[in-house]
């Protein structure tokens, strides 16, 4: 291992091309400035200075498990969603950038809503890291939240993130299977479901299969076993001039809507990602 910072990012740059990842300059960028808990600005700046042993040993164990395909922010250990840094665990989703296209979704009804009401409340299903209730909290002052998973590791890590971005006053983590344990009524419900088919999880690239939690992607045989649980029930948790804003799989706009649509709702919203793929839906 080179002995300088521009070195060490060279070549773990190199060694990332060379075992075919898919991004290897953003990566080893990624990886060596937040283990050398260096801002990408300072990568640069500092880009002379040498590293310790220990910092070159630490450096060479994450790019081994990068080239085993393990993600880099699950390397980490976190990462930002929405502006906020989030800690990820075994049993938690690592959000993702079109995600965000949700909660920025959402907030458009949320600063509606929170004019006509004053306070607003808001149920995450599955919340994983906290990542979709805690950017509408953190976008939302007049907001308090709950966010719900059948994960007790999940829950753990959703409520450390609140205490990390100082939203812990209005957000509460609750271990609920759908709505099991959940009580009061929502102004919005939101969910990023696992919606992958279960047959064709083992066609996802290694990042997403060997080290997202399966729970999170496996949406069952069809992938829209938890449309189906979320829309039987979503009613009875509601404001009267709520929504429910969800994260769908590409194909999955015509299905989810007809779900939503048999239990009476009204599709207000659909919205493409970066990739122009059907994302997500407001009912
Ligand atoms: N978007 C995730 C993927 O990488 C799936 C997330 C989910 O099932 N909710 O495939």
Redesign the pocket.
């Known amino acids: 291992m080179s002995s300088t910072v521009a070195e060490t990012l060279a070549e773990v740059r190199r060694r990332f091309t060379e075992g075919g990842i898919a991004d290897p300059a953003t990566d080893a960028r990624l990886l060596v400035a937040g283990l050398l808990k260096l801002s990408s600005t300072e990568l640069l700046t500092r880009s002379a200075e040498k590293l310790s042993r220990e910092q070159a040993g630490e450096i060479l164990k994450a790019l081994e498990r990068r080239l085993a395909h393990e993600p880099v922010h699950r390397i980490l250990g976190e990462r930002e969603f929405y502006g906020l840094p989030l800690g990820l665990s075994a049993e938690t989703?690592e959000p993702?950038p079109?995600t965000e296209i949700l909660v920025d979704t959402v907030l458009v009804y949320l600063k509606d809503l929170a004019k006509a009401e004053g306070h607003l409340h808001i149920l995450d299903v599955g919340t994983g890291t906290g990542a979709i209730c805690l950017a509408l909290l953190s976008e939302c002052p007049e907001a308090s939240g709950i966010g719900s998973d059948i994960s007790s590791d999940a829950l753990r890590t959703a409520k450390s993130n609140a205490e990390r971005n100082g939203l812990q006053d209005r957000f509460q983590a609750v271990q609920s299977k759908w709505f099991g344990n959940i009580q009061g009524s929502f102004h919005a419900i939101v969910s990023?479901?696992?919606?992958?088919a279960s047959n064709v999880i083992h066609d996802?690239a290694p990042e997403?299969t060997k080290f997202?939690p399966v729970a999170?992607?496996d949406?069952g045989p069809d992938g829209l076993d938890a449309y189906r649980a979320i829309a039987k029930d979503a009613a009875s948790f509601m404001r009267p001039n709520g929504v429910v804003g969800l994260?769908i799989?590409y194909d999955q706009r015509d299905d989810v809507t007809a779900i939503f649509e048999a239990k009476g709702f009204r599709c207000l919203k659909s919205v493409k990602d970066y990739g122009q793929n059907d994302r997500v839906l407001v009912f």
């Open positions: 989703l993702r079109d990023n479901p696992p919606y992958i996802l997403v997202d999170a992607l949406g994260e799989g």
